[in-house]
């Protein structure tokens, strides 16, 4: 069973770059969550992909944006980049909705926005 | 989601028990208990949940009040390897998806 993976591992941008960081879920897994995670905070939820829709959404600004592909695999895109999108950003999935699951996470990707 | 309240940090010995507590006062009953880590730079891994009843793998224990305003954590025989911060989190299904709500969680540290 492949586990969740992400990439890149590390990037560095500059302000107002976009930048895409990718995801591919856990094998069977049709559900994908998106956090970013700043420095000495719990992991904040940026939005959740099912079955290539948005499904929920956090408290985060238009210019964070996702896709969800046929093979369940992700995307979450940044655009306008500011310096306070320095962050690590987790990938999570899952197998579906329902009241009780467990969301697996990825590694992460390390952003520096300079 | 209920909000939970962990200590900021704790000790535990190598070998020993690691009893990690979690309050959780406000609950509601469809609400269950989940216990993630996340070991540092990495991505946080899951442990356990629960709802009402005590629970058990691998890795832990879940021990939930009666009254599910509290639960505990048990790391039966903590190795150094344990040494993370652990993720309290209540959370029910909403609007037809389920996200997980973290707070800053409890640093745990493993000492030999």
């Known amino acids: 069973e492949t586990g969740v993976t992400q990439s890149p591992t590390h990037l560095i941008k500059t302000r107002g770059q976009q930048v895409t960081l990718r995801c591919s879920s856990q094998?069977?897994?049709?559900?994908v969550s998106w956090y970013q995670q700043a420095l000495g905070q719990g992991p904040q939820f940026i939005f959740q992909y099912y079955r290539e829709e948005e499904n929920g959404r956090g408290n985060f600004p238009p210019r964070f944006s996702g896709l969800q592909f046929p093979n369940y695999s992700s995307e979450l895109n940044v655009n306008a980049l500011e310096l306070d999108d320095s962050a690590l950003y987790l990938c999570?999935?899952?197998?579906?909705?329902?009241?009780?699951?467990?969301?697996?996470f990825g590694p992460g990707t390390r952003l520096t926005v300079t | 989601d209920a909000k939970t309240t962990q200590p900021t940090s704790m000790d535990c010995a190598e070998g020993r028990a690691a009893n990690l507590p979690c309050n959780h006062s406000?609950?509601?009953?469809?609400?269950?208990v989940y216990w993630y880590r996340q070991i540092h730079s990495q991505g946080p891994q899951y442990i356990i949940h629960g709802l009402k009843n005590n629970e058990t793998n691998e890795m832990a224990s879940l021990i939930i009040t009666e009254d599910r305003k509290s639960s505990t954590l048990i790391l039966p025989h903590a190795t150094l390897r344990d040494t993370a911060v652990y993720y309290c989190i209540v959370r029910v299904a909403n609007s037809g998806y389920s996200t997980l709500t973290f707070g800053k969680g409890t640093m745990l540290l493993v000492s030999p």
């Open positions: 094998s069977g897994h049709n559900t």
């Open positions: 406000t609950i509601s009953g469809n609400e269950y």
């Open positions: 999570a999935s899952s197998g579906g909705q329902g009241i009780s699951y467990e969301q697996y």
